[in-house]
């Protein structure tokens, strides 16, 4: 018997069909069809403030399944926290009152909050914050003027390249540019915040001697020094000079054979920290090539230099390139070095604290302590000393502890410790890894901080500086 042939289109409708038929019972519902839905329509807080009369209504984001509120008086009953939401049909918050404890210095918290329909649920990531005065910068809404590898920003400036510059210095209003080959000169940072770039050059009559005649230097409240390189003999002293208008000839404040200083290292001019106060007294100190011994000068009014005095280097194996900067008019220091943990020391060398290795990145340089709108920052810029690593700025939260000694060590014991803010100057490797930071507080007519600048540069990366205002409550 011959069977009857169906076209292949029919007879898949057919099996179809027949499948539909059997299998109806197994099928699920759409999931938007289901009576069990789990939407949170509105939240409200019913209970906050200290009388527990004040309502605040959330902001839900449903696809983020988030949920945000207005800050919350401090002195709500958080440990009876209640809401009042509307959901989907036949669901509800699966508590009446949510239990809610902020630790010590605590402003934010996050709490899940469910909205149950069984057997289905659906979570909500509800953010608490608390109503108290804000402090320090907002680094969310900085303003970046970069001339860096990073391609975010403008080309890489010029003399930054080939290891002509290895110096640099930043004091909110100037940025100074040690450029070894092309001349020193000065950049108007009101001019580069506008995209302009006019090169203020600086006046090197009678700048002579050393390896190289120009290598380091600093700009400290409108003066300018630039150090040069040298060696321990009479045709190769260390220098410093000193400007408070770059078109004048230069005012030499240091020249020194240091062959004749007893105990003193051999190499000097690679790195220059100029630490001094409100009213230009302090240090100039510089590390030695080798990295074991400290040549330090007493500084007075800006330029008389006297008194050298030499010292062992605070850690060991910090590499050529290190730094002494004062926390503010104190008597106490930071030193780091490429290969060097942050360290806290006295102006002879001695640590009150030295840093694990491993806290932040060792290879961040220049390590300063900046104080703004009532809260405590470290910056670092690191050395990019191998093909697995950048260059790149870190600003770390260090206002917790009555002193720095003790902020240091709250960071050094995080388990996992997180910068407010970071920035990438990229590459390229560098064998030469000179790196700075710098910062500058702006006031308001009331004397009160109104906003931070913070500098960041280094050997053939270029160089960053940045503007934050003062966070501000919105709500």
């Not at 640099?168 to 450029?179: A, E, M, T």
């Not at 005095?309 to 002494?324: K, R």
Request: aromatic residues 10%; charged residues 20%.
């Amino acid at each position: 018997m011959k069977l009857k042939t169906l076209k292949v289109g029919t007879w898949a409708m057919f099996i179809g069909l027949l499948g539909l038929a059997s299998c109806k019972e197994d099928l699920p519902e759409a999931l938007d069809t289901s009576p069990q839905m789990t939407v949170l329509t509105s939240i409200k807080i019913v209970n906050a403030g200290e009388n527990g009369t004040t309502v605040l209504t959330g902001t839900i984001d449903e696809d983020a399944k988030t949920v945000s509120f207005p800050r919350i008086d401090p002195k709500t009953n958080f440990a009876n926290l209640k809401f009042e939401a509307v959901t989907s049909d036949g669901a509800k918050l699966d508590k009446e009152v949510y239990p809610v404890t902020f630790d010590t210095d605590q402003t934010e918290k996050v709490i899940v909050v469910k909205v149950v329909n069984s057997p289905r649920f659906r979570e909500y990531l509800v953010k608490l914050r608390l109503k108290v005065p804000v402090f320090g910068a907002d680094f969310e809404k900085g303003t970046t003027y970069d001339f860096t590898n990073n391609p975010l920003g403008d080309p890489l400036y010029a003399s930054f390249s080939g290891a002509a510059t290895r110096g640099s210095g930043f004091d909110g209003q100037k940025v100074l540019i040690v450029w070894r080959t092309g001349g020193p000169h000065l950049l108007d940072v009101a001019e580069l915040k506008k995209g302009v770039i006019n090169k203020i050059p600086i006046n090197i009559t009678g700048v002579s001697q050393g390896t190289f005649t120009v290598n380091m230097g600093a700009q400290v409240k409108g003066h300018t020094y630039i150090a040069n390189l040298s060696s321990n003999t009479a045709a190769s002293p260390l220098k410093v000079y000193h400007w408070t208008n770059p078109s004048s000839a230069p005012e030499v404040i240091l020249n020194i054979n240091v062959g004749t200083i007893n105990g003193a290292g051999v190499r000097y001019g690679d790195n220059f920290s100029a630490s001094l106060d409100d009213q230009g007294n302090g240090y100039f100190f510089f590390g030695d090539n080798a990295a074991t011994k400290v040549l330090r000068f007493d500084v007075a009014n800006y330029t008389t230099v006297t008194n050298p005095t030499v010292f062992a280097m605070p850690v060991t194996g910090a590499g050529s390139w290190t730094s002494f900067n004062r926390i503010g008019n104190t008597s106490e220091y930071l030193f780091t070095g490429h290969d060097a943990p942050v360290a806290l020391i006295s102006e002879s060398g001695v640590s009150a604290f030295t840093m694990s290795r491993t806290a932040i990145p060792v290879r961040g340089s220049d390590a300063r302590i900046v104080n703004f709108n009532s809260e405590r920052y470290l910056i670092v810029t690191t050395a990019a000393r191998t093909g697995s690593e950048a260059t790149n700025f870190y600003v770390y939260d260090i206002t917790k502890g009555a002193n720095v000694k003790e902020a240091l060590t709250n960071l050094n014991s995080l388990p996992t410790v997180t910068p407010v803010f970071q920035y990438s100057l990229m590459g390229p490797v560098n064998t030469s890894p000179a790196s700075q930071t710098g910062f500058y507080v702006k006031k308001d007519a009331a004397g009160n901080d109104e906003t931070l600048m913070l500098y960041s540069a280094a050997s053939d990366a270029g160089f960053v500086f940045f503007e934050f205002g003062k966070k501000v409550a919105l709500d």
